[in-house]
């Protein structure tokens, strides 16, 4: 009989795909949902953008690319991550895909062996896709709990401890999702010098979010002395750009490249020909646009932050980056009874109507941590008005406490 083998049958996925699906199921009756899902920024991409990508069709650029990319596009990437991570990267070090999710499973199949034992660490609560390709690329998924005492970041000591001979890669997000939590420069430091006492780790650091620091300035973990050589930084055009069905990322390693760039010709060929004019566009060209929906972002992180905090039973600390408010509803389950956050999250959305995400969708609930749930605020600013004014008197209306 035909089988599907183990590791697809174990494959994780992104659950707000599977959230979504309910919420367009409930729209699809006449529900009204105010939506808190969608981890992508509710602007169109700039005009100059699109115009440099039809420009580029009817200029015949519509066939295959060299795996890395184009080489203006490196370029051009090159000197982004030269001038906004203080470093000096080559052309020649950069690799241009489908996104910036790719690079996560290109890194893991580059430094790591299929069933060898070998462990890569990753941000617990953090990016469901990075447990699922280690699993899935036959190496060991080590989460690292990511702490709300410590602001979202981890506890260095614990880290330490669990840095070994068989760890082959650390896998680093700032500004993070699912908290919004951004490492600070001591922090940083502190993990490069655990890093760097071990010479054969190396990093994934995803900044897809770098663009999205709403208070002080974006510092990337390959800035500090000694571990840009060590470090594979990744971004892309969808966060910043507003550019997520666009599907152009970028990363750069000196000695990873070539090696990436042969799983880009195993895997895609190479990423969408007039899509690299779009993002070579994005990258050279005006910065304004990108630079107000920026601004827009902190406006609303500041009115969520500020809403969630006036509800009883719910505590959120300020995310200092991202498009994401986590706050802990440990008490506001208490108060209508829910048993856990996903409970909750399914009595706001049936009963509320709003449409969040919980813990259990971003990894292991870590122990102590209480209960949390995730909003996008990357919505208006009447909808995070709406749907908070909606979760405060379902709580009001609901206590059994
Ligand atoms: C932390 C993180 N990394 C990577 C990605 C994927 O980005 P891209 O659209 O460039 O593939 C996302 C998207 O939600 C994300 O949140």
Redo the contacts with the bound molecule.
């Keep these: 009989m035909v089988e599907i083998s183990e590791r697809t049958r174990e494959l994780g996925t992104e659950n707000a795909f599977v959230v979504l699906k309910e919420v367009n199921e409930l729209l699809r009756q006449g529900k009204d949902i105010v939506n808190f899902c969608i981890?992508?920024p509710d602007f169109d991409t700039p005009e100059h953008i699109k115009q440099a990508a039809i420009k580029a069709i009817k200029e015949g650029k519509t066939g295959y690319t060299p795996s890395p990319g184009i080489p203006e596009l490196r370029e051009a990437v090159a000197k982004y991550f030269s001038e906004t991570r203080g470093i000096d990267v080559k052309p020649e070090w950069v690799t241009v895909a489908n996104?910036?999710?790719?690079f996560?499973a290109y890194t893991i199949l580059s430094v790591t062996d299929y069933g060898k034992g070998d462990e890569v660490l990753y941000p617990n609560p953090?990016?469901p896709?990075y447990e699922s390709q280690i699993k899935a690329n036959g190496a060991v998924p080590v989460p690292l709990p990511l702490l709300e005492s410590k602001g979202y970041s981890f506890d260095i000591e614990y880290l330490k401890s669990k840095v070994s001979k068989k760890t082959k890669l650390l896998i680093l997000?700032s500004p993070?999702?699912p908290t919004g939590g951004v490492f600070d420069k001591q922090t940083l430091k502190a993990i490069a010098d655990i890093v760097l006492e071990h010479e054969d780790l190396w990093v994934f650091s995803?900044e897809?979010?770098s663009q999205m620091v709403h208070d002080g300035e974006f510092m990337s973990i390959a800035s500090i002395p000694g571990m840009q050589e060590r470090t594979i930084i990744?971004d892309?055009?969808?966060?910043t750009y507003a550019m997520?069905g666009w599907?152009?990322?970028y990363a750069a390693n000196e000695k990873l490249a070539p090696h990436i760039s042969r799983w880009i010709t195993n895997t895609d060929s190479c990423a969408g020909h007039p899509n690299q004019y779009a993002a070579l566009a994005a990258l050279t060209g005006p910065q304004d646009k990108s630079r107000k929906m920026m601004l827009s972002f902190k406006r609303r992180r500041d009115l969520i932050v500020e809403g969630l905090n006036s509800i009883e039973g719910v505590k959120c600390l300020k995310p200092g980056g991202?498009f994401y408010a986590w706050p802990n509803v440990t008490e506001a389950c208490k108060i209508v009874g829910a048993e856990d956050s996903e409970e909750f999250r399914k009595r706001l959305l049936y009963d509320a109507g709003v449409a969040v995400l919980s813990d259990i969708h971003f990894g292991h609930k870590n122990k102590g941590e209480g209960e949390h749930i995730r909003f996008s605020y990357a919505t208006s600013e009447e909808n995070i008005k709406e749907g908070l004014g909606r979760i405060k008197r379902y709580i009001q209306e609901n206590k059994v406490h």
């Design positions: 981890g992508q996104g910036a999710k790719p996560i953090g990016f896709i997000n993070q999702n995803d897809v979010y990744v892309g055009t969808s966060k997520t599907r152009i990322g991202a």
